[in-house]
């Protein structure tokens, strides 16, 4: 079964604005990344947060993670038509909360960003 | 990060067939994955690939459609056998190592007739 829950399944916004995914797990983790996919291509790895972290930056994207509700949250801001994808989060999955191994992967949320 | 050169990246099949994917990676790596992306769908491991013994397969998949080799550190097969249309999806090539953690192959779009 997936180790994430992705919500929205969809989203639509306009350039400019901010887009928000949320991901939800069920077990205990070390870390959590977040990826991108462009029409059914290959994954591009946008940014990890360690289990002992609780926000991090990289460019426009803003990441949480609360551990306590098992929930990470990806916010892109001043999203541009560029933006317009696929976003997955992923977890190690092995036994022990490595920080490596197999990834199971959340349902993933649909980006489109209107010009 | 490594850089992956996953082929072919699509192909079109006969259903009887069997399909060889190729990963080849620019550096030695710890861990190799393929995953499977069926249509509309988030990803699914397949299975985890061992240096010089047999991969590990996940549940639902089995080495009798899913053959995999990896003869070194660099470089990994995955056969899709006895293929159906229910096969088409994306197959994506994972890496990881300590060095530069996760990288992924561009996939391979397969369509079976």
């Known amino acids: 079964s997936q180790q994430g829950e992705e919500d929205p399944q969809a989203l639509s916004i306009q350039e400019g604005e901010n887009a928000t995914m949320n991901c939800s797990y069920k077990t205990s983790i070390n870390n959590l990344q977040w990826y991108r996919q462009n029409s059914g291509r290959g994954l591009v790895h946008l940014i990890l947060?360690?289990?002992?972290?609780r926000e991090k930056h990289s460019g426009r994207l803003r990441v949480t993670l609360d551990t306590s509700k098992k929930s990470s949250s990806l916010l892109i801001t001043a999203s541009r038509a560029a933006d317009t994808a696929s976003y997955f989060c992923?977890?190690?999955?092995?036994?022990?909360?490595?920080?490596?191994?197999?990834?199971?992967f959340g349902q993933g949320t649909i980006l489109t960003v209107h010009p | 990060s490594a850089v992956i050169s996953q082929k072919p990246s699509r192909d079109i099949c006969q259903r009887g067939t069997s399909l060889t994917i190729q990963c080849q990676v620019d550096s030695q790596v710890t861990m190799m994955f393929w995953y499977r992306q069926q249509p509309g769908q988030s990803l699914t491991l397949i299975a985890t690939a061992n240096q010089g013994s047999e991969a590990t397969y996940e549940s639902g998949f089995v080495i009798d459609k899913f053959p995999i080799s990896r003869p070194n550190l660099t470089f990994s097969t995955l056969t899709v056998s006895n293929m159906s249309p229910e096969d088409s999806s994306i197959y994506l090539c994972s890496v990881w190592s300590p060095w530069f953690g996760y990288t992924f192959g561009s996939g391979t779009r397969l369509t079976v007739v």
């Open positions: 992923a977890a190690p999955s092995n036994a022990g909360g490595t920080s490596y191994g197999k990834l199971t």
């Open positions: 947060i360690r289990s002992n972290e």
